[in-house]
């Protein structure tokens, strides 16, 4: 059974920078694009980055410009590169893949899921 893992979360001071990763266990072939979603305490998880099988790339508009989503050649690690962080992006941040719908930030779209890594900003 394929298993996303993040990590590379924790707490920084804003301004600062942070690059997140998932690894994915097994197979992945049949969920060929990721995305990166947060949820804060009392709020709906919402997409922040995505990628499809082909590389295209999506960003919620509080992410453009500061963070980069992108996958390693073999597929099997996600990274999200986050710069000038500041306390608004405090939450926890989730991987996770989807069989067809490429670049996609609805969570509703994704069928798998990992358990998430803690990201916090202080002012």
């Known amino acids: 059974q394929v298993q996303l893992v993040e990590s590379g979360g924790g707490s920084v001071q804003a301004g600062g920078s942070l690059r997140l990763s998932c690894a994915a266990s097994g197979d992945t072939s049949d969920r060929p694009n990721w995305g990166w979603f947060r949820q804060s305490p009392g709020k709906e998880r919402e997409g922040v980055a995505a990628?499809?099988?082909?590389?295209?790339?999506r960003y919620a508009d509080s992410a453009k410009a500061r963070f980069t989503i992108s996958k390693d050649n073999t597929e099997k690690t996600l990274y999200l590169q986050m710069n000038s962080l500041t306390p608004e992006d405090t939450a926890m941040y989730y991987c996770?893949?989807?069989?067809?719908?490429?670049?996609?930030?609805?969570?509703?779209?994704?069928?798998?899921w990992g358990r998430g890594t803690q990201v916090s900003v202080s002012p």
């Open positions: 990628i499809g099988r082909d590389g295209t790339t």
């Open positions: 996770a893949a989807n069989r067809n719908f490429p670049a996609s930030l609805r969570a509703g779209m994704y069928s798998l």
